[in-house]
């Protein structure tokens, strides 16, 4: 059968991309996208307009969502896909990460205080947003319209990433809840990006076991600008391990080219897609 053109993986306005969720579906429709899945970060905000959007652009809209997760000392991000947005369990999770997303947005805010001179940082990240909940990404943007740093990225490295003045370390939901409310949600849990995350083979190999014990199913493997290493090492993950192959662009902003929506790499030839657990369900 033969393969649709997909995007599980990209983000709106609902958490920290510049396109609305209309906006976006109708960007994913003119590149050529037959099944898109909005992954927005801990919120399920967007989908009610991304779904009449899909209905009008005549493209199937995968209900998804990036959770933030806890691994040992370590953040990761984990896709879910393909679960009910309604359903108790996923719905409380998601209370829970946007509450703790609240508090470190208020501490990133005092802190960008201090150490850019700036009053009222949370307020201004808030507003540009448009949440009570904005994510670093906004941060960022406040403080180049602020005139503080040349671009996202030296605001990054001059305040927001691990080390630096004003990152907050954030007591997110564990790997094995967050899995097990989006299978008890009808879901498929994907682990976003694994080359991301500057591990090890070894430390890799460590979390897809904990992944698929604690019942994830899928791996993001299919991303843009991959090097022939990392390739290779996912290509032998998805034969280790029980994992269904996945992909997404991680689209944020047309400004990001590199990153277009439904621009990516084929799935390896004897990969078991995911797309193949929607059917299922």
Same mark, same amino acid.
């Given at each position: 059968?033969?393969?649709?053109?997909?995007?599980?993986?990209?983000?709106?306005?609902?958490?920290?991309?510049?396109?609305?969720?209309?906006?976006?579906?109708?960007?994913?429709?003119?590149?050529?996208?037959?099944?898109?899945?909005?992954?927005?970060?801990?919120?399920?905000?967007?989908?009610?307009?991304?779904?009449?959007?899909?209905?009008?652009?005549?493209?199937?809209?995968?209900?998804?969502?990036?959770?933030?997760?806890?691994?040992?000392?370590?953040?990761?991000?984990?896709?879910?896909? /393909?679960?009910?947005?309604?359903?108790? *369990?996923?719905?409380? !999770?998601?209370? #829970? $990460? +946007?509450?703790?997303?609240?508090?470190?947005?208020?501490?990133?805010?005092?802190?960008?205080?201090?150490?850019?001179?700036?009053?009222?940082?949370?307020?201004?990240?808030?507003?540009?947003?448009?949440?009570?909940?904005?994510?670093?990404?906004?941060?960022?943007?406040?403080?180049?319209?602020?005139?503080?740093?040349?671009?996202?990225?030296?605001?990054?490295?001059?305040?927001?990433?691990?080390?630096?003045?004003?990152?907050?370390?954030?007591?997110?939901?564990?790997?094995?809840?967050?899995?097990?409310?989006?299978?008890?949600?009808?879901?498929?849990?994907?682990?976003?990006?694994?080359?991301?995350?500057?591990?090890?083979?070894?430390?890799?190999?460590?979390?897809?076991?904990?992944?698929?014990?604690? /019942?994830?199913?899928?791996?993001?493997? *299919?991303?843009?600008? !991959?090097?022939? #290493? $990392? +390739?290779?090492?996912?290509?032998?993950?998805?034969?280790?391990?029980?994992?269904?192959?996945?992909?997404?662009?991680?689209?944020?902003?047309?400004?990001?080219?590199?990153?277009?929506?439904?621009?990516?790499?084929?799935?390896?030839?004897?990969?078991?897609?995911?797309?193949?657990?929607?059917?299922?369900?």
């Amino acid at each position: 059968m033969t393969s649709p053109c997909y995007d599980f993986h990209c983000h709106s306005t609902a958490s920290d991309g510049t396109l609305t969720p209309a906006e976006l579906v109708a960007r994913a429709a003119a590149a050529g996208v037959e099944q898109l899945a909005l992954t927005d970060h801990d919120t399920l905000a967007g989908l009610p307009e991304a779904r009449a959007a899909a209905v009008q652009a005549g493209i199937e809209l995968v209900t998804g969502i990036e959770l933030s997760v806890g691994w040992g000392s370590r953040e990761l991000h984990v896709v879910g896909l /393909g679960m009910q947005a309604e359903h108790p *369990a996923l719905l409380a !999770l998601v209370e #829970a $990460q +946007q509450q703790a997303r609240v508090r470190r947005a208020e501490q990133i805010g005092r802190k960008l205080d201090k150490a850019a001179g700036l009053t009222g940082s949370y307020e201004r990240a808030a507003s540009l947003a448009g949440t009570d909940a904005p994510g670093r990404p906004l941060f960022a943007r406040m403080l180049v319209a602020a005139g503080k740093v040349r671009d996202e990225q030296h605001a990054f490295n001059r305040y927001l990433k691990p080390g630096q003045s004003a990152f907050v370390s954030t007591p997110w939901a564990a790997l094995d809840d967050a899995v097990a409310a989006l299978r008890e949600a009808g879901g498929v849990a994907v682990l976003a990006h694994p080359v991301r995350y500057g591990m090890t083979r070894r430390k890799l190999r460590q979390l897809l076991t904990d992944f698929c014990a604690a /019942g994830g199913e899928g791996l993001e493997v *299919a991303m843009p600008r !991959l090097n022939p #290493a $990392q +390739q290779a090492l996912l290509r032998e993950c998805l034969r280790d391990f029980p994992l269904y192959a996945s992909g997404g662009s991680d689209f944020h902003t047309p400004a990001q080219q590199w990153l277009e929506l439904g621009r990516l790499p084929p799935l390896p030839d004897d990969a078991r897609p995911v797309w193949e657990l929607f059917r299922a369900a």
